[in-house]
């Protein structure tokens, strides 16, 4: 089944511990990106990754890092996550098909930073 | 900077009527716009793309309108069901071919038996 796969899918820490949230898709994408979701703000962009090793930031990049170092996976790592990075994240992934350029999402992974 | 807006408030409508979602833009002329449906606690589910050349694009059930002299995007869903109530996110592509995205917050739907 072609998907995208989000681990851990609910995660509570402390503020400075560093943690990873990953992300996986099985279809060959070549473009993968992450997206936090909060009320009243919508969807908002924090990385994109065009292709493996090509990553840049989208609208919210501060506290954040990724890697692409393979095609099929694409991390988020909070260095040292804070209470205002409490959000539910989405990773997405898309072969860049021009006809929609579809946009396939994982099932999010609620963080709370307390 | 960019920036789109969606109706905040939900909207609810009786079955089988037609039910019109709008998006706003400002500030940009994107070389598409894309339309999503979002179910609580679920991830984003791609509906339909329309093209800054496309006036009105159809599929089954909806139809989205793309107006860029008014900066503005309606989408339609005819003959509504209770299983159409969802959030409806629009999405603009900010910079073409990079695959940087703008959503709006989204606008909720209930469709009443």
């Known amino acids: 089944e072609a998907q995208v796969t989000q681990n851990p899918r609910y995660l509570i820490t402390v503020t400075g511990k560093k943690l990873t949230v990953t992300c996986s898709q099985n279809m060959n994408h070549e473009y993968m990106s992450w997206y936090r979701q909060d009320p009243g703000l919508g969807l908002r962009q924090i990385y994109y990754?065009?292709?493996?090793?090509?990553?840049d930031k989208g609208d919210v990049p501060e506290g954040y890092k990724v890697s692409r170092k393979e095609k099929r996976n694409f991390p988020l790592i909070l260095e040292s996550p804070s209470p205002n990075q409490t959000s539910l994240y989405f990773c997405?992934?898309?072969?860049?098909?021009?006809?929609?350029?579809?946009?396939?999402f994982g099932p999010g992974t609620r963080l709370t930073v307390t | 900077s960019q920036k789109i807006e969606q109706n905040s408030e939900a909207l609810n409508i009786q079955e089988g009527k037609t039910a019109t979602l709008t998006c706003n833009y400002t500030n940009y002329s994107p070389a598409y716009l894309q339309w999503y449906r979002q179910d609580p606690g679920r991830g984003p589910v791609f509906l339909l793309l329309i093209r800054e050349n496309e006036k009105e694009k159809r599929k089954e059930r909806l139809k989205v309108t793309f107006d860029t002299t008014l900066k503005q995007s309606l989408f339609h869903i005819t003959a509504s069901q209770p299983a159409d109530s969802a959030t409806y996110l629009c999405a603009l592509d900010l910079t073409s071919g990079t695959y940087k995205y703008i959503f709006g917050t989204g606008t909720r739907l209930k469709v009443l038996a």
């Open positions: 990754s065009m292709n493996v090793e090509v990553t």
């Open positions: 997405a992934s898309s072969s860049g098909d021009a006809s929609s350029y579809e946009q396939y």
